[in-house]
Nanobody
Framework: QVQLVESGGGLVQAGGSLRLSCAAS????????MGWFRQAPGKEREFVAA????????NYADSVKGRFTISRDNAKNTVQLQMNSLKPEDTGIYYC???????????????????????WGQGTQVTVSS
Protein backbone atom coordinates (compact mmCIF):
# COMPACT_ATOMS: atom_id res chain seq x y z
CA GLN A 1 0.00 0.00 0.00
CA VAL A 2 1.06 3.56 -0.72
CA GLN A 3 -0.70 6.37 1.09
CA LEU A 4 -0.78 9.74 -0.65
CA VAL A 5 -1.80 13.04 0.91
CA GLU A 6 -2.06 16.22 -1.14
CA SER A 7 -1.79 19.75 0.20
CA GLY A 8 -1.38 23.29 -1.06
CA GLY A 9 -4.67 23.89 -2.82
CA GLY A 10 -6.67 27.07 -2.38
CA LEU A 11 -8.26 30.08 -4.01
CA VAL A 12 -6.13 32.25 -6.29
CA GLN A 13 -6.77 34.94 -8.86
CA ALA A 14 -6.12 34.34 -12.52
CA GLY A 15 -2.44 34.84 -13.29
CA GLY A 16 -1.41 33.74 -9.84
CA SER A 17 0.54 30.72 -8.64
CA LEU A 18 0.08 27.76 -6.35
CA ARG A 19 2.38 24.95 -5.34
CA LEU A 20 0.81 21.59 -4.63
CA SER A 21 2.61 18.93 -2.64
CA CYS A 22 1.94 15.24 -2.22
CA ALA A 23 3.44 13.26 0.64
CA ALA A 24 3.81 9.52 0.22
CA SER A 25 4.16 6.83 2.83
CA UNK A 26 4.11 3.07 2.85
CA UNK A 27 6.18 1.33 0.21
CA UNK A 28 9.42 2.51 -1.37
CA UNK A 29 8.62 5.81 -3.02
CA UNK A 30 11.36 5.52 -5.64
CA UNK A 31 9.69 2.39 -7.02
CA UNK A 32 6.85 4.50 -8.34
CA UNK A 33 6.33 6.93 -11.15
CA MET A 34 4.13 9.78 -9.98
CA GLY A 35 1.39 11.73 -11.69
CA TRP A 36 -0.97 14.61 -11.12
CA PHE A 37 -4.52 14.53 -12.40
CA ARG A 38 -7.44 16.92 -12.01
CA GLN A 39 -11.18 16.85 -12.22
CA ALA A 40 -13.30 19.91 -12.90
CA PRO A 41 -16.97 20.05 -11.91
CA GLY A 42 -19.06 18.07 -14.36
CA LYS A 43 -16.04 16.83 -16.26
CA GLU A 44 -14.02 13.66 -16.36
CA ARG A 45 -10.71 13.36 -14.61
CA GLU A 46 -7.81 14.36 -16.83
CA PHE A 47 -4.05 13.93 -16.85
CA VAL A 48 -1.96 16.93 -15.87
CA ALA A 49 1.67 15.82 -15.44
CA ALA A 50 3.85 12.79 -14.78
CA UNK A 51 7.38 12.19 -13.56
CA UNK A 52 9.58 9.09 -13.76
CA UNK A 53 10.62 7.36 -10.56
CA UNK A 54 14.12 8.85 -10.99
CA UNK A 55 12.87 12.34 -11.75
CA UNK A 56 14.71 12.33 -15.07
CA UNK A 57 11.67 12.40 -17.34
CA UNK A 58 8.51 14.45 -17.17
CA ASN A 59 5.44 14.87 -19.33
CA TYR A 60 2.64 17.41 -19.35
CA ALA A 61 -0.81 17.84 -20.80
CA ASP A 62 -0.79 20.38 -23.61
CA SER A 63 -3.09 22.63 -21.60
CA VAL A 64 -0.48 23.15 -18.87
CA LYS A 65 2.82 23.00 -20.76
CA GLY A 66 5.00 25.99 -20.01
CA ARG A 67 2.96 26.91 -16.92
CA PHE A 68 3.18 23.86 -14.63
CA THR A 69 6.26 22.02 -13.39
CA ILE A 70 6.29 18.62 -11.72
CA SER A 71 9.18 17.61 -9.48
CA ARG A 72 9.95 15.05 -6.81
CA ASP A 73 12.23 14.52 -3.86
CA ASN A 74 12.81 10.82 -3.29
CA ALA A 75 14.67 11.50 -0.05
CA LYS A 76 11.57 13.20 1.36
CA ASN A 77 8.99 11.01 -0.38
CA THR A 78 7.27 13.99 -1.92
CA VAL A 79 6.13 15.15 -5.33
CA GLN A 80 5.25 18.73 -6.15
CA LEU A 81 3.33 20.57 -8.81
CA GLN A 82 4.27 24.21 -9.29
CA MET A 83 1.44 25.99 -11.09
CA ASN A 84 2.05 29.42 -12.57
CA SER A 85 -0.05 31.73 -14.74
CA LEU A 86 -3.17 30.03 -13.49
CA LYS A 87 -6.38 30.30 -15.49
CA PRO A 88 -10.01 29.83 -14.42
CA GLU A 89 -10.08 26.63 -16.48
CA ASP A 90 -7.43 25.18 -14.15
CA THR A 91 -10.07 25.01 -11.43
CA GLY A 92 -10.73 21.55 -10.08
CA ILE A 93 -9.74 18.91 -7.60
CA TYR A 94 -6.12 17.89 -8.05
CA TYR A 95 -5.05 14.35 -7.27
CA CYS A 96 -1.61 12.83 -7.05
CA UNK A 97 -1.23 9.20 -8.00
CA UNK A 98 1.44 6.50 -8.01
CA UNK A 99 2.21 3.97 -10.72
CA UNK A 100 4.49 1.04 -9.89
CA UNK A 101 7.61 0.79 -12.02
CA UNK A 102 7.11 -2.91 -12.74
CA UNK A 103 7.65 -2.77 -16.49
CA UNK A 104 10.55 -0.48 -17.48
CA UNK A 105 9.52 -0.56 -21.14
CA UNK A 106 5.99 0.64 -20.47
CA UNK A 107 5.22 4.31 -20.97
CA UNK A 108 1.57 4.22 -20.02
CA UNK A 109 2.39 6.18 -16.89
CA UNK A 110 4.16 8.81 -19.01
CA UNK A 111 1.11 9.43 -21.15
CA UNK A 112 -1.20 9.63 -18.17
CA UNK A 113 -3.06 6.36 -18.50
CA UNK A 114 -5.03 6.44 -15.27
CA UNK A 115 -5.43 2.67 -15.19
CA UNK A 116 -1.73 2.13 -14.38
CA UNK A 117 -1.86 4.48 -11.41
CA UNK A 118 -2.75 2.17 -8.59
CA UNK A 119 -2.71 4.53 -5.63
CA TRP A 120 -4.49 7.87 -5.35
CA GLY A 121 -4.68 10.66 -2.84
CA GLN A 122 -7.90 12.23 -1.60
CA GLY A 123 -7.40 15.38 -3.67
CA THR A 124 -6.97 19.07 -3.00
CA GLN A 125 -9.22 21.82 -4.33
CA VAL A 126 -7.80 24.50 -6.60
CA THR A 127 -10.04 27.42 -7.49
CA VAL A 128 -8.92 30.13 -9.89
CA SER A 129 -11.08 33.23 -10.01
CA SER A 130 -11.28 35.49 -13.04
Amino acid sequence: QVQLVESGGGLVQAGGSLRLSCAASGRTFSNYHMGWFRQAPGKEREFVAAIRWSGLNTNYADSVKGRFTISRDNAKNTVQLQMNSLKPEDTGIYYCAAAFNGNPSSRDWYFGSASVYRYWGQGTQVTVSS
